[in-house]
């Protein structure tokens, strides 16, 4: 058992303390800067209509975004109005990838950083038990008890390094570094403001859609091609805030009769509607996520860890028994990753109600207002 221990308790990613530490901000920055997959479609988008000779770049972690394929056959095709579209909905996913990927990172990291320390001062328990004369059975079960509860600890610890580590690479690719460059994040626990959305009268989102619907109302089969249109959340795939996307169809059209105008017209509408009611489920999603971080203060997480470390103190010294050290150890991990977890998914939920409502003029960045508050 202690052979395991201690192999284990060796897995947890390691601290790269003479790194300086980067927020989610600054990570941003960088990555609107040194990405190599925008800087390629940059160069490319500002030359259109006309070609671009350049060498292919090597992009260590390509973006998946919603136009994705629509961007890239946008640029093939040399059509520089819908890739000028396509290009700010790049930089903007990128931004907010980068922040949550960020976000998470130093989530599990501090994850992996806990665990450990916790298994380890259960290890350490064990061995003073091993020190002390032996004192019967019941001694011998409460070290048994204490060796088993380490486990948990050592598995998460594991786990949560073996994530550190893949979102890591995948960052470092995003901004433009080494897959394996050492990398330290801070301030991931600022929340975003209040109010994170601006209406827009004309977003981004309904501008592409418009591109894409005059382009493909010509041709044989243009009505149906273009008829399917979905929203839903880009960045919220799972937990609060979750839902599928509003696909179907709110305005139907007649199977003749209809004139290109007044098909394009009406799946504008149908755009529309679909938009408004992704925004108010957005909107619902972002104050219930906010109501989650706001039940999990720091100053709780604080206490705990406080009382994490009187529990080992009292039962060195006999006044407090195994049961109750195993458990707040647990609720203070718990805590914390919880705390984390629900500041993850607020910044999700504002992120798509940000992306519905993002202008298609100026060049977005991605930065949300922060409450420096929380």
């Not at 019941?138 to 948990?152: V, W």
Request: net charge neutral; with cysteine; proline share 6%.
């Amino acid at each position: 058992m202690k052979k395991l221990i201690c192999l284990l308790a060796f897995t947890v990613v390691p601290a790269f303390a003479e790194e300086p530490a980067l927020t989610p901000d600054q990570l941003v920055n960088i990555a609107i800067s040194d990405n190599p997959e925008l800087q390629f479609y940059e160069k490319q988008v500002a030359a259109l209509p006309k070609p671009v000779q350049s060498a292919a770049p090597e992009i260590a972690q390509p973006l998946d975004f919603p136009s994705r394929q629509a961007f890239r056959r946008s640029v093939l095709n040399l059509d520089t109005d819908l890739a000028r579209l396509y290009l700010p909905e790049f930089r903007f996913v990128l931004a907010s990838e980068v922040r949550l990927k960020a976000m998470e990172y130093q989530a599990a990291t501090e994850s992996a950083a806990t665990a450990k320390d916790l298994a380890s001062r259960i290890t350490a328990l064990v061995k003073m038990l091993e020190e002390r004369p032996a004192a019967g059975v019941e001694s011998l079960i409460e070290r048994r008890i204490l060796e088993g509860a380490a486990l948990p600890f050592l598995r998460k610890a594991a786990e949560s390094s073996m994530r550190a580590k893949l979102l890591r690479t995948e960052l470092n690719g995003l901004i433009g570094k080494k897959p394996d460059a050492a990398l330290v994040v801070t301030g991931s626990s600022v929340l975003p403001a209040q109010n994170t959305a601006q209406n827009s009268a004309a977003p981004l989102l309904l501008k592409i859609r418009e591109a894409e619907i005059a382009r493909g109302l010509v041709g044989l089969d243009a009505a149906s091609e273009v008829e399917s249109f979905a929203v839903g959340g880009w960045f919220t795939r799972e937990g609060l805030g979750a839902s599928e996307a509003f696909e179907g169809v709110t305005r139907p059209g007649p199977t003749s009769g209809a004139t290109m105008k007044q098909t394009s017209e009406r799946l504008i509408d149908d755009a529309r509607r679909k938009m408004a009611r992704e925004t108010a489920q957005r909107q619902a999603a972002v104050e219930a996520a906010r109501e989650v971080v706001n039940a999990i203060p720091p100053k709780l997480i604080e206490n705990l860890q406080s009382a994490s470390d009187l529990a080992e103190r009292q039962y060195r010294v006999g006044a407090l028994g195994v049961n109750l050290l195993i458990e707040i150890h647990r609720e203070y991990l718990d805590a914390l990753e919880a705390r984390n977890e629900a500041a993850i998914q607020a910044w999700r939920n504002a992120l798509d109600l940000e992306f519905l409502s993002l202008s298609a003029t100026g060049q977005p960045t991605g930065k949300i207002t922060v409450n420096p508050k929380q």
